[in-house]
């Protein structure tokens, strides 16, 4: 186990897997799953506390001035912000904390944590994120217009990120995101400790 904690950042745009790919990330690997809040009415299926935190419009401001968001956005015409509490707690106990938000909140994150990696998901093109909209048929057709508007825009900003995962088959993607995980524990900055006994300095 490496001395800190991480945030592990995931974006990409809407379709583009990131929902399923992140619920089989395992707390047995370490990782735990931020809740993100949002102003978004819930689609069917999706159960509050468990997708997200759903709230009023109010209820997002009140939380966002008393700076309650470790970054927060907007989205296609909704708020969506990251609760700091459990982020905080998750990352004292030295667990990789998954974040799934878009670009301009993982760029937020970046400026303000040296402790992150940011990956980027993506279908293998634009034709296959838009077919996967389409079928997925929560979104009016004018919603999945603006969605795709806004896929186009992320994609400008890939090259900020540390690394891509093309989400061809779900576990592969996983899988890809655990090796991501794993090696980058593996840096000596992340294992202070263990340089510091081995080069005894410290017993
Ligand atoms: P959706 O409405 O499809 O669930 O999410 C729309 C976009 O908002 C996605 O790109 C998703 O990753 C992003 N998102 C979800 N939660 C957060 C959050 O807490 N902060 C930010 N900045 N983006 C978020």
Redesign the pocket.
């Known amino acids: 186990m490496a001395d800190n904690g991480l945030l592990v950042i995931i ?1 990409g745009p ?1 379709g583009s897997g ?1 929902g399923t790919v992140v619920k089989k990330l395992r707390p047995e690997n370490n990782f735990a799953l931020s809740i ?1 809040m ?1 102003t ?1 009415k819930p689609r069917p299926g999706e159960i509050d506390g468990i997708d997200y935190f759903f709230c009023t419009p109010d209820e997002f401001k009140n939380i966002r001035d008393q700076n309650g968001f470790l ?3 907007q ?1 296609c015409g ?1 708020f ?3 609760p700091r509490f459990y982020v905080e707690e998750q990352i004292a106990k030295n667990k990789f904390v998954v974040l ?3 670009v ?2 993982a760029l937020q994150v970046k400026e303000k944590f040296e402790n992150c990696i940011l990956i980027f998901l993506i279908p293998p093109t634009m034709k296959e994120l838009e077919n996967r909209l389409i079928l997925r048929n929560t979104e009016s057709p004018e919603t999945i217009e603006d969605r795709l508007y806004r896929a186009r825009e992320e994609v400008k900003l890939i090259d900020k990120y540390d690394y891509l995962i093309i989400n061809d088959e779900i576990d592969k993607a996983v899988e890809k995101i655990n090796m991501v995980v794993m090696a980058e524990n593996l840096r000596p900055s992340r294992n202070i400790s263990t340089v510091k006994k081995l080069n005894g300095s410290e017993k």
């Open positions: 974006s809407s990131k993100s949002t978004r970054e927060h956005a989205f909704n969506y912000g990251t799934e938000i878009d301009n909140g």
